[in-house]
């Protein structure tokens, strides 16, 4: 019998790692690889996302909007800085300051309009330029950690104005000398901030279904000592009101909200409202005995499945 010498075993491959090091630098860590790339490009537009919205100008980020966060007039407006009416009547002459349709002049973006109001404001001395930056920048990340969460949808850009890429006709300039010219953001820093204020909110409470549904209050014996700050948002939680209408209300960042919330959440006296049961049959109309079909279940596994999308994405 003739034996066949054993051939040395051959190591497998090594498996491709990404190098973390390299990514930290580059400052995004698959947040949005569309936005690390409009960035690379240094593109100028708006990136239109599921939960919100990015303005780009050269690759940098100089406004944010998004439906769960208030905007920087709500934010001047809460706590007496700014009245509101003077905001509006800014911002209707930042917008009317461009003439109407037929003038060949290019229709202001909603960020164009905010950010001339506010110049306006401190340049008639009613808000400084620290305070409009600080507001701006504010609202700006606060509304950027909505829009760059996970979605179910893919982002679309929209490059040049709002109105589109066509190059404007002379608009009215702004003076010279006005103060209050907004800042703009870098990606790679917007992106550390949403990743840290994730793992920080993860910290606090991993579930995130306390930040999108109505919220109940759990009534405790004794209810731990709660501060102030956190004390008016719990006087808020009516099994109605969710996390972005609570902020709206006081006029705080939704993300800051979102953090009392949890922590409130944590601590055993807020809960989500328990959500309507989609496998039970739901009563017909009065008088009929026979009850309607069931409702197609969810699956509750969504939402992490188009997580882990997005995270492969990023690879």
Do not use: N
């Not at 009245?83 to 973006?109: F, K, M, N, P, Y």
């Not at 401190?122 to 700006?140: H, I, K, M, N, W």
């Not at 890429?165 to 870098?186: K, L, Q």
């Not at 990606?187 to 793992?199: G, I, M, Q, S």
Request: with cysteine; charged share 25%.
């Amino acid at each position: 019998m003739t034996t066949v010498p054993a051939m040395p075993a051959t190591p497998p491959p090594r498996l491709p790692v990404r190098d973390k090091a390299g990514a930290l630098d580059r400052g995004w860590g698959g947040v949005s690889p569309m936005l690390t790339r409009l960035a690379a490009e240094r593109a100028t537009g708006v990136l239109v996302r599921e939960r919100g919205t990015l303005h780009l100008a050269d690759g940098k980020v100089v406004h944010a909007e998004s439906p769960a966060a208030p905007g920087a007039d709500v934010l001047l407006a809460a706590h007496g800085t700014l009245d509101a009416g003077i905001w509006r009547q800014a911002l209707a002459e930042s917008i009317a300051s461009t003439g109407g349709a037929g003038t060949g002049v290019r229709r202001l973006t909603g960020a164009e309009a905010v950010h001339r109001a506010g110049r306006r404001l401190v340049a008639r001395g009613l808000l400084t330029p620290g305070a409009l930056e600080l507001c701006r920048l504010t609202a700006l990340y606060d509304a950027a950690y909505f829009a760059l969460a996970p979605s179910s949808t893919p982002g679309r850009f929209r490059y040049g104005t709002e109105d589109g890429p066509d190059a404007p006709a002379e608009a009215p300039r702004e003076p010279d000398r006005t103060p209050g010219i907004p800042h703009p953001v870098p990606v790679a820093d917007l992106e550390r901030e949403t990743l840290r204020r994730r793992d920080l909110l993860h910290g606090i409470w991993p579930d995130a279904l306390p930040d999108e549904v109505p919220l109940t209050r759990e009534h405790r014996p004794a209810c731990p000592p709660l501060p102030a700050r956190r004390l008016a948002v719990l006087a808020r939680v009516d099994g109605i009101r969710t996390a972005s209408e609570i902020a709206r209300e006081l006029g705080r960042p939704a993300f800051h909200t979102l953090v009392d919330i949890r922590r409130l959440v944590a601590a055993g006296v807020v809960s989500p409202r328990p959500p309507v049961s989609f496998t039970e049959p739901r009563p017909g109309p009065p008088g009929d005995g026979v009850p309607l079909g069931p409702v197609e279940p969810v699956d509750p596994h969504i939402t992490l499945l188009k997580r882990l999308r997005d995270a492969l994405e990023a690879l």
